[in-house]
């Protein structure tokens, strides 16, 4: 019989005890504790509400008589009452009171007592006056309340008859408002033996009412589970390959609709597998197509592209990798990556990187040895590779040969420099024009001076005014002589970049030597320096004289910028990983039409200038691996901003000896 012919099973077929089913256990005893639980909880909180909302309006009625005797004794009274006076008339007046109020309130007793907890009236007369209230001892904490002014009620007591009793205290002033004795109001508490019996008979219906829902769970379930049991058999046969099994539920119940539903769905679940299985192989064959173009797409990128495991061995490469590594596919793949990819080394460190960190490796660019004997230029990137579930399962590099691009950037690097040294020789030639027709127009004067001194020499205040002129032509023209030799060091500087000699140096001694430098007789006066700088500031690795020179031509151009009265401020700080220097000045600021010209060459705003102050500072700097900027502000000033990037060693010892020294990066300030 094959599993398409086999019968389905029958309620019959299933022998199973009901009382042996885990269901039926299931099925029941949830219901009976949930029931009991029910009527346990509810039973208590209701009795616990009605005990608590019968005790606490108990206890305001108590205070209130309680109150009420305070108020209507009168203290005067009181007062007078001494041991022994039980048959006096004021004794008599007092409990004719009291019982009066005792028997309008329904009270059992009610009693005044001192401090001392001696009874001075009892209303029932059982306590003569004087005598000690021994059961006042156990309200101790009452009547601390009621001695400091306030109204109490005690808590459910048992007395010695076997009732519940309860108290309430209240003080009693005198005219001047001083406490003279408490009030005390005792009252017996019937209802919690009603609320007793009642709790009792509450317990007895919930055990009948459970015992009743046993049996009325036992007779329903038999009719429930057996059902189930039969649905259960069914699951089970399912779950073999080609097996579809048919249940005999003949009810006209819930059960029976759910049996006639399972026969439905099976039949759903015979014709879903079928197709399931057709999608499938439809799926199958267009994945093996995906995989054939992804293979011809990967074959035909340009860029070379690897792609390895979390173990770090090559899983695929494309023939573009072949071409641009030298290797072929054979020596490529299941190998690790380490040592694999030849002369191309620097691949192997962006690729373990992202295998190792999990992250993407920014685009890098490196040389490596042609096999030829030249070099190639290579770039490359490396990205994580992530499962569905966001797992990392590998990575991927793609890297490309950058050797035609580098060279074609050289040639425009080239034409660029030309076309820069086209623009310095034409400022250089404005620049050395100018002074050379002065020197010439001056030569020419000094010429026809002298000449015409030939004729004056028997004239000698006209000699002595003639001397005083070429005098004056011969500094005019030592100046301009002199302007023409600066210009020309400046512009060599400048052209021909001097080999640096970085050393450890000491920036605050640089600074004050430029200073020196700057104003050799001194600063005015109406012009304020000041320093600020670390408290332990590292030495970093400058060249000195370089370093120097450009500090000197920020600290002049601030000070002509200051002109006679301003402040200079030079500070220093650590902003790791850099060093950065500031000079500020108060001066008039640079206008906006000349902030993108200030580092050009031979740009210059000043009489004089050469205009290759702040182009050659700008590039020292850059040569230095830093970079020099400006912040400026018209009317209020310009400050020039040094950064340096400060070496690993000299980054640790900043940050060692600031932790040391529990400072922070300015502990304050040195004036100039």
């Not at 210009?487 to 020196?516: C, G, H, N, Q, W």
């Not at 008039?588 to 039409?593: K, L, M, N, S, T």
């Amino acid at each position: 019989m094959t599993p398409e012919t086999r019968q389905p099973p029958r309620s019959g077929s299933i022998n199973h005890p009901i009382f042996r089913s885990r269901l039926f256990f299931k099925f029941i005893i949830p219901y009976i504790f949930l029931i009991v639980t029910v009527f346990s909880l509810s039973g208590w909180l209701f009795f616990s509400s009605a005990s608590e909302a019968l005790d606490a309006e108990l206890s305001r009625r108590l205070v209130g008589v309680a109150d009420l005797v305070a108020r209507t004794v009168n203290p005067a009274f009181l007062m007078r009452i001494e041991p022994g006076d039980e048959d006096t008339s004021l004794y008599r007046l007092i409990l004719e009171d009291l019982g009066k109020i005792r028997e309008a309130t329904r009270v059992k007793d009610i009693h005044l007592f001192d401090r001392e907890n001696r009874v001075i009236v009892d209303s029932d007369g059982t306590q003569a006056i004087g005598e000690e209230n021994l059961f006042l001892q156990i309200d101790s904490y009452e009547l601390d309340q009621v001695w400091s002014g306030r109204t109490v009620s005690s808590v459910l007591y048992r007395g010695r008859d076997g009732r519940f009793y309860k108290a309430g205290y209240a003080p009693l002033k005198d005219s001047q408002e001083e406490i003279i004795a408490g009030v005390g109001v005792e009252v017996g508490v019937d209802f919690m033996q009603i609320v007793g019996r009642v709790r009792r008979q509450f317990i007895g219906i919930t055990l009948a009412s459970g015992g009743c829902i046993l049996l009325i769970s036992f007779l329903l379930s038999r009719s429930m589970i057996r059902p189930i049991q039969i649905l259960t058999a069914a699951t089970e046969q399912l779950g073999n390959e080609g097996n579809y099994p048919q249940v005999d539920l003949k009810r006209r119940d819930e059960l029976g609709d759910l049996g006639r539903h399972f026969n439905r769905m099976i039949a759903q679940i015979r014709t879903k597998d079928a197709l399931l299985r057709r999608m499938y192989d439809e799926e199958r064959a267009r994945a093996d197509i995906l995989e054939g173009y992804s293979q011809t797409l990967l074959k035909s990128i340009p860029s070379g592209v690897l792609g390895v495991n979390l173990k770090g061995e090559i899983t695929s490469c494309n023939p573009a990798a072949e071409n641009i590594l030298g290797l072929s596919s054979s020596a490529l793949l299941d190998r690790p990556v380490q040592g694999a990819l030849g002369a191309c080394s620097p691949l192997e460190k962006i690729i373990m990187s992202t295998v190792t960190t999990g992250s993407e490796t920014a685009w890098e660019e490196f040389p490596i040895e042609d096999p030829s004997g030249g070099k190639r230029w290579i770039g490359a990137m490396a990205s994580p590779i992530r499962d569905q579930r966001g797992r990392e399962i590998g990575a991927t590099a793609v890297f490309a040969d950058l050797t035609e691009v580098k060279n074609l950037q050289d040639e425009i690097a080239l034409k660029r420099q030309m076309a820069l040294l086209g623009e310095l020789s034409a400022g250089m030639a404005h620049e050395i024009r100018n002074p050379l027709a002065a020197i010439q127009a001056l030569g020419e004067l000094l010429s026809r001076r002298v000449k015409g001194m030939a004729y004056l020499r028997d004239e000698k205040e006209k000699i002595d005014s003639a001397e005083g002129d070429l005098e004056e032509l011969s500094r005019d023209l030592v100046a301009e002589i002199r302007h023409l030799n600066r210009f020309v060091t400046e512009f060599l500087t400048y052209a021909r970049m001097p080999l640096f000699r970085f050393e450890k140096t000491d920036l605050p001694e640089i600074i004050d030597a430029a200073l020196s430098l700057a104003a050799p007789s001194g600063t005015p006066e109406r012009i304020v320096v000041e320093k600020r700088f670390p408290e332990h500031f590292p030495a970093v690795s400058v060249d000195p004289l370089e370093f120097r020179r450009v500090l000197l031509n920020l600290i002049q151009n601030a000070l002509q910028a200051i002109g006679t009265e301003g402040k200079l401020r030079i500070e220093a700080e650590i902003v790791p990983p850099h060093l950065v220097l500031r000079i500020s000045d108060t001066g008039p600021g640079i206008p906006a039409a000349q902030r993108d010209k200030i580092f050009r060459p031979f740009f210059t705003t000043k009489r004089g200038g050469t205009g290759l102050g702040l182009a050659i500072s700008e590039r020292i700097i850059r040569e230095h691996g830093g970079s020099l900027t400006f912040e400026t502000k018209e009317g209020k000033g310009t400050t020039f901003i040094v950064q340096i990037r400060l070496e690993e060693s000299e980054r640790e010892t900043t940050l060692e000896t600031d932790r040391s020294q529990g400072n922070r990066l300015f502990p304050g300030q040195t004036p100039g």
